[in-house]
């Protein structure tokens, strides 16, 4: 997905808030906003939103000189997902179609998102995500594929979701390799971050070399590409995933929760949906 | 009311929302961002917002060569207050309190708002308003003010509203002067939009002077700055006047639907909250 341009004041309105959780004064607050305008004139809207927003937090890691700013946050999302994991759990095996509900409870995890800027409720969440429509649902494709696939690559976006991808991952059969971000950036999840998920257990933890709130295939690393030209099966959670990955040419089963009203307009549903979908764009380099 | 940092982001998503009501390309729309970004470094914080607001405002004239882009739009609004106007009368005559009822009904107009890039509704917000607990109700205060004043100054916020403020003004005894801006600036009212809300039957109608989305008063004209010191009683509608006006000395009286949560949060309400409230700022110049 191209970069909009309503998605800049959103970058000034992510420094602010990333600035302020790094703890920046706010005279160094302003530094950064400003820092953002500099980077303004040479932004190429047709790169994908990641792509200057690793900029945008990169200015602030260096204002801040620190390197995790959402350290406590992530650290926080995970212990509350680990408190809901039981319950979750209990959810899936008491349901009538447990895949889909371990779809939903992946979906309802997106929820924890620091780089959309609204507040939010997990719980809440949780409970609207198990009886919501979907606005996409490539089901019957998806199943399909899974009961093919030998091989998974689950790409994982924020810190705290990834107790709830977990739960899915359960119902898989297949290996399933588990890819995090390299660096830090907004609570997206680290190895470290999917350790303490418990991600571990069920999966192969790796960096996918991306040190941008997606993965951008250019900066990836070798071993990521490899497993993302080769997986039978990948699939890709959030916003920034999508963002970064929407006009790739291999096929990827995004599951979003759509908090942003461009991305849900490029996706082509209302805000706040929830969506399985399955995309493979032939014409896309 | 001074700039705080979160007004940085929402002054390019007014330029935005301005640039494409003005009809620019985007392209055109990136050029007046990339202008926003530019006197970002200079803008003084204590400045208020309108202040710099202007700057964006002029930007978005300049690229557009378009004088008054919100021009449909305030003929819009008016012709549907017009519409409204028997209705608000009915409310207000067989109401308990007329004049009580006659605030709520001028604060339900300041909905039509197009600095705050919200969407609303009208008719909605007009229902929601007439039973609405009040945060700040300085109504007493304002009951004596008013029997009392000979001249009563009243500056307007936005057309459309202006009809709205015409039930408030019909409740009045007092010579009410109507001030209105002197340029085109978002939806604000101008001379022509308060004539047509018919406000010219019930007040005179003048300009306060001022080229921002607010009252600056160093950018006022003598006859405006005179009646300001000279009126028994000054009423100020809508954020734009309370972010310029919140620290001038003399006494005013503001009424306000708070729909910018850090207006809100200078006021000390919630957001969406309705207010009448009596400012006079003894200490400051």
């Known amino acids: 997905?191209?970069?909009?341009?309503?998605c800049i004041p959103c970058f000034f309105k992510q420094g602010l808030l990333a600035?302020?959780?790094a703890g920046l004064a706010p005279d160094?607050?302003?530094k950064v906003?400003?820092?953002i305008a500099g980077i303004l004139p040479d932004i190429p809207m047709e790169a994908s939103p990641p792509e200057i927003a690793l900029h945008v937090y990169k200015a602030i890691r260096k204002s801040s000189g620190v390197q995790d700013p959402f350290k406590r946050i992530k650290d926080k999302y995970i212990s509350l997902a680990l408190s809901l994991y039981p319950e979750l759990k209990k959810i899936v095996d008491n349901s009538e179609d447990p895949l889909l509900s371990a779809i939903r409870v992946a979906i309802a995890g997106n929820i924890i998102d620091f780089g959309v800027g609204s507040e939010f409720d997990v719980e809440e969440t949780l409970k609207e995500t198990m009886v919501a429509q979907f606005a996409v649902l490539d089901y019957e494709l998806f199943k399909e594929a899974l009961v093919k696939?030998?091989?998974?690559l689950y790409i994982g976006d924020n810190a705290g979701e990834t107790v709830f991808d977990r739960v899915l991952i359960e119902q898989m059969e297949g290996d399933v390799i588990f890819a995090v971000r390299e660096e830090p950036v907004i609570n997206d999840a680290l190895?470290?971050?999917a350790e303490r998920s418990g991600i571990g257990e069920v999966a192969r933890i790796i960096s996918s070399g991306s040190d941008a709130p997606g993965t951008i295939l250019t900066r990836c690393n070798r071993e990521f590409l490899t497993l993302f030209q080769n997986a039978d099966l990948v699939i890709a959670k959030g916003q920034g995933n999508y963002e970064t990955l929407s006009e790739v040419s291999r096929e990827i089963y995004f599951l979003i929760k759509a908090k942003c009203p461009v991305i849900a307009r490029d996706?082509?549903?209302?805000?706040?949906s929830i969506v399985l979908m399955r995309l493979k764009r032939e014409d896309n380099p």
Chains 1, 2 share one sequence.
């Open 149 to 152: 696939a030998k091989t998974i």
């Open 28 to 30: 160094e607050q302003r």
């Open 267 to 272: 996706i082509g549903v209302k805000e706040q």
């Open 1 to 6: 997905m191209r970069t909009y341009l309503e």
């Open 191 to 193: 190895i470290e971050d």
């Open 33 to 35: 906003l400003i820092e």
């Open 19 to 21: 600035a302020r959780i």
